[in-house]
């Protein structure tokens, strides 16, 4: 079994309309559905992120407290993230929302912080990564398969292309992942370096990386430059190359 990604998360509340409203516009998520369930007397209103996960926001007669402190077993918070923490809880304190002061995640160095939905479920604000985090992070990334070590190793190509990875050669060739782990294996190696890299963040999980590859010259095979394109996805918290694309350049005379 592969997970692709979290569809949704249900939370059950005690006041629908009060909760409907907080989601809705103090959050400013999308409705999706709403639907009322006469025989269970429970309303289930269907809510969308930009990236297309949900949440599914039940209420049912007499559901019992949630028990959030001290901390209990099982889920423990709902995090989303934004490009801003403190703007974004600058704008929920102004509608009135205690928010908890900023803190910084040790490990990566980003902001976060918490507040509380109406029934008190922790929900957490954490900072995406700014787009210089991003961009150098995929030339590391694009780098490493420019290089003989990684390009002789099926273990980290693996790491690197996606299950889904395809690739338009400059030969026109089209390549799948097993297909091109097996042709590297026994390539003949030239050093390549990348100049005028730039990033473009198509979605939160998806993005676009441009520039110009000069491949060096080996014996029985000239220098060449070549534009480059690579789709890079964010799956299961690691950045992976799912396409790639290469257009030949004239050389100078």
């Not at 590297?184 to 110009?212: H, N, W």
């Amino acid at each position: 079994m592969q997970l692709a990604r979290i569809h949704h998360v249900a939370i059950i509340c005690a006041d629908y309309a009060r909760s409907k409203r907080f989601y809705t516009e103090v959050l400013g998520l999308c409705v999706i559905a709403e639907n009322y369930r006469a025989a269970r007397d429970s309303y289930k209103l269907d809510l969308a992120l930009p990236d297309g996960s949900q949440i599914e926001l039940f209420s049912f007669p007499e559901a019992p407290a949630r028990q959030t402190r001290p901390e209990a077993q099982g889920l423990r918070h709902l995090s989303f993230e934004v490009h801003d923490v403190r703007a974004a809880a600058d704008e929920l304190a102004a509608q009135g929302i205690a928010v908890e002061p900023l803190r910084i995640d040790e490990y990566t160095g980003r902001r976060f912080t918490f507040f509380a939905d109406p029934d008190g479920l922790p929900l957490e604000l954490y900072e995406a990564a700014s787009a210089e985090d991003l961009d150098a992070l995929l030339l590391k990334l694009e780098g490493a398969l420019h290089l003989r070590e990684v390009r002789a190793s099926a273990a980290q190509l693996e790491e690197l292309l996606d299950d889904d990875f395809r690739e338009l050669g400059v030969s026109g060739t089209e390549w799948t992942r097993p297909a091109i782990i097996e042709a590297l294996r026994d390539e003949t190696f030239s050093e390549r370096t990348i100049s005028g890299f730039r990033v473009q963040r198509m979605a939160p999980d998806i993005a676009l990386a441009t520039y110009r590859a000069h491949r060096a010259a080996i014996p029985g095979r000239p220098e060449a430059d070549s534009l480059r394109s690579s789709l890079w996805r964010l799956r299961r918290g690691r950045w992976r190359m799912i396409f790639h694309q290469g257009t030949p350049l004239q050389m100078p005379t």
